[in-house]
């Protein structure tokens, strides 16, 4: 049983003891330290909770609006929802913050609560320390009976949610509808198969093969929307001969495209394809995390914008593109973040954008595909023992690599000049990964195994 508190929540396995795992009584104590600090900070009592289809959310959801009421907050309970729609309904609300009870592409045994503010974003480290730090000590009162808060339902964020991505200037619903798309959706039995079709519906689209798309929490596969969890899409795209496939990620954050011919888009260039569309329509700067691939940069670069580089996590990554003034961002996860609606990954976003960009070329993906900055990456990791220093480590393998282009703002990154190599330590266990690219496939594995033969060497 796991449960790892971090400073974008608290995630962890259903059942064993409190803890140890993500417990009723974790929970709880968690809910109401962070429904207190809101409460506290800002005066208001409101606060919106969604969540995704696994199986244990509504047990969760029942304990985390119970105990919001407990402490005398009023909660807006979405019920079934994303969690880019959770983000959107926090500030349409005025609320003070919120709760999402997803663990994100973990497996079904996993849930989490993701906890935003006002803005309807994650909260940052400070505020996460502080969340955590109150949960432990338990230093915290509940509401006497008179002050109860209420619970809200509703049920109106998904088509408010439709409404706003609609609404967006570069969503060309009319190109969409021309193009006559015909595509299959794979949404892993979560939220994502009552969301994503009402969008393309809404957008348009007229065919749609829905696969896994019952919102029962019965994954039938891993939920990380990679192509080897992915081969029932592929076999609906090719026996429909659809035009597109569209995998999402249990709370609908993540985005990945396939290609007519039943192969994957690449989730590292869902990000790429938007930032493209975006950037030919809207001058300005980009961003990603440290980790994602350098073909953002050769589009960002193309269309006159700046490239910016983010520490891993999308709390680094909506800061820095605040800090630049962005007018794309995200990870190379297939996280779309987009400034003109609001900064969070939203897969709905991605896929009216990405739709709009095809419609309007009038090519198949794979052609597109084709066109766009060719990089192949390879992931790696090494397993450390628990009592070996790993800064110390990736201290030496900077001084090592003094002479080249790097940075030390999440681990070590250095750049070549035609692949790169990124080194990071984990959160949560003694490992290191070796994210690496390159031109070929080779190249990229060729880079990350002569970094860790490096690294093996200095353990040693």
């Known amino acids: 049983m796991t449960l790892i508190k971090s400073i974008s929540g608290i995630r962890g396995t259903i059942g064993g003891k409190p803890g140890e795992a993500l417990t009723p009584i974790d929970v709880v104590k968690f809910t109401a330290a962070f429904g207190k600090i809101l409460l506290q900070k800002t005066g208001n009592k409101k606060i919106v909770v969604g969540r995704d289809a696994r199986l244990s959310g509504e047990m969760v959801s029942n304990l985390v609006v119970g105990t919001l009421q407990g402490i005398g907050a009023d909660v807006v309970n979405l019920g079934l929802s994303t969690t880019p729609t959770v983000e959107i309904a926090v500030p349409m609300e005025q609320a003070a913050g919120g709760i999402i009870l997803t663990a994100s592409h973990n497996p079904g045994q996993w849930n989490?609560?993701?906890?935003?503010?006002?803005?309807?974003?994650?909260?940052?480290?400070?505020?996460?320390?502080?969340?955590?730090?109150?949960?432990?000590?338990?230093?915290?009162?509940?509401?006497?009976?008179?002050?109860?808060?209420?619970?809200?339902?509703?049920?109106?964020?998904?088509?408010?949610?439709?409404?706003?991505?609609?609404?967006?200037?570069?969503?060309?619903?009319?190109?969409?509808?021309?193009?006559?798309?015909?595509?299959?959706?794979?949404?892993?039995?979560s939220t994502g198969g009552i969301f994503i079709p009402a969008l393309l519906h809404a957008l348009g689209v007229e065919t749609v093969y829905k696969i896994h798309c019952e919102p029962n929490g019965e994954f039938p596969h891993n939920p990380e929307p990679l192509k080897e969890h992915l081969t029932d899409l592929s076999q609906a795209v090719l026996r429909n001969k659809a035009d597109l496939g569209i995998a999402v990620d249990p709370d609908v954050d993540r985005l990945v495209f396939m290609m007519e011919d039943g192969e994957l888009f690449g989730e590292e260039y869902t990000l790429v394809a938007v930032a493209d569309y975006v950037l030919g329509h809207t001058k300005g700067n980009t961003v990603s995390n440290l980790s994602s691939t350098r073909a953002l940069r050769d589009v960002t670069v193309k269309h006159g914008g700046e490239y910016f580089a983010a520490a891993v996590g999308e709390v680094n990554v909506v800061t820095k593109m605040k800090e630049v003034n962005a007018v794309i961002g995200g990870e190379g996860n297939g996280?779309?973040?987009?400034?003109?609606?609001?900064?969070?990954?939203?897969?709905?976003?991605?896929?009216?954008?990405f739709l709009s960009h095809l419609a309007k070329l009038k090519?198949?993906?794979?052609?597109?595909?084709?066109?766009?900055?060719?990089?192949?990456?390879?992931?790696?990791?090494?397993?450390?023992?628990?009592?070996?220093?790993?800064?110390?480590?990736?201290?030496?393998?900077?001084?090592?690599?003094?002479?080249?282009?790097?940075?030390?703002?999440?681990?070590?990154?250095?750049?070549?000049?035609?692949?790169?190599?990124?080194?990071?330590?984990?959160?949560?266990?003694?490992?290191?990964?070796?994210?690496?690219?390159?031109p070929t496939p080779e190249a990229a594995d060729a880079i990350a195994q002569k970094i860790i033969h490096e690294i093996e060497e200095i353990i040693k």
Not at 114 to 142: C, M, P
Not at 335 to 349: E, F
Not at 392 to 406: R, V
């Open 112 to 189: 989490a609560l993701k906890l935003l503010n006002s803005e309807g974003e994650f909260i940052n480290d400070q505020e996460g320390k502080e969340v955590l730090a109150l949960g432990e000590s338990l230093d915290f009162d509940f509401a006497e009976v008179g002050v109860l808060g209420k619970e809200i339902k509703d049920d109106s964020y998904l088509q408010k949610h439709i409404n706003a991505v609609l609404a967006l200037p570069l969503v060309d619903k009319e190109a969409i509808r021309q193009a006559g798309f015909k595509i299959a959706v794979d949404a892993v039995n």
């Open 335 to 353: 996280g779309v973040i987009y400034p003109d609606s609001h900064y969070g990954r939203d897969a709905l976003v991605g896929v009216a954008l």
């Open 363 to 438: 090519k198949a993906a794979s052609t597109y595909r084709a066109e766009l900055p060719q990089y192949f990456m390879s992931k790696n990791k090494i397993t450390l023992t628990p009592d070996l220093d790993i800064d110390a480590l990736l201290q030496k393998m900077e001084e090592k690599y003094k002479e080249e282009q790097y940075t030390t703002i999440d681990g070590l990154k250095i750049d070549f000049e035609n692949e790169w190599v990124h080194l990071r330590k984990s959160n949560t266990e003694p490992i290191i990964r070796i994210y690496s690219e390159g």
